[in-house]
């Protein structure tokens, strides 16, 4: 396993408890809805980048082949991100104490980065993250083709405003 770390501005930020994508926008039945209900959804986050700090993930680790490697994405507009991923329960883990097949996971990591060093994130005072915020994420990767969101550091927070005159 390596573990990788990535700079970049947090987009679309569900990284808490409560927040993970169970798959209730995608047909029922189907494949992509069906794994993500399998892993009691998975919490994702879109890291936004520029082409060198993306060749260096690339060159430290991060997939580009394979299901990873299509987590690489391009906006018309041509910027770059990584769809960051984490699912809530791994099935391919054993549990050490049961012995039964999946682990909860749980969200990744958050902390924030202040002046006087690092701390744990307080959803309830430091709200959600906001588009636009500067973080650092922490990837573990495994056999050059597994990639999850490990955990994130916010080093410069954008409050989370919801839009207005929404559903």
């Given at each position: 396993?390596?573990?990788?770390?990535?700079?970049?501005?947090?987009?679309?930020?569900?990284?808490?408890?409560?927040?993970?994508?169970?798959?209730?926008?995608?047909p029922e039945g189907s494949d992509q809805r069906n794994k993500l209900e399998s892993?009691?959804?998975?919490?994702?986050?879109?890291?936004?980048?520029?082409?060198?700090?993306?060749?260096?993930?690339?060159?430290?680790?991060?997939?580009?082949k394979g299901m990873t490697g299509q987590l690489w994405k391009e906006t018309d507009?041509?910027?770059?991100?990584?769809?960051?991923?984490?699912?809530?329960?791994?099935?391919?883990?054993?549990?050490?104490?049961?012995?039964?097949?999946?682990?909860?996971?749980?969200?990744?990591?958050?902390?924030?980065?202040?002046?006087?060093?690092?701390?744990?994130?307080?959803?309830?005072?430091?709200?959600?993250?906001?588009?636009?915020?500067?973080?650092?994420?922490?990837?573990?990767?495994?056999?050059?083709?597994?990639?999850?969101?490990?955990?994130?550091?916010?080093?410069?927070?954008?409050?989370?405003?919801?839009?207005?005159?929404?559903?």
């Open positions: 396993m390596a573990i990788i770390y990535v700079t970049g501005t947090a987009q679309f930020a569900k990284v808490f408890e409560g927040q993970q994508d169970l798959g209730a926008n995608l892993c009691k959804g998975q919490f994702v986050m879109n890291l936004f980048m520029d082409k060198d700090t993306k060749k260096k993930a690339i060159a430290d680790g991060i997939p580009t507009d041509g910027e770059i991100y990584y769809k960051c991923t984490r699912k809530n329960f791994n099935t391919k883990f054993t549990d050490k104490v049961t012995g039964e097949q999946g682990v909860l996971m749980g969200p990744p990591k958050v902390f924030m980065q202040e002046e006087n060093g690092i701390r744990e994130w307080n959803l309830e005072t430091d709200g959600a993250i906001g588009n636009g915020s500067e973080v650092v994420v922490k990837f573990n990767v495994w056999q050059d083709k597994i990639s999850e969101m490990e955990a994130i550091k916010v080093v410069n927070h954008v409050k989370y405003e919801p839009e207005e005159g929404g559903f």
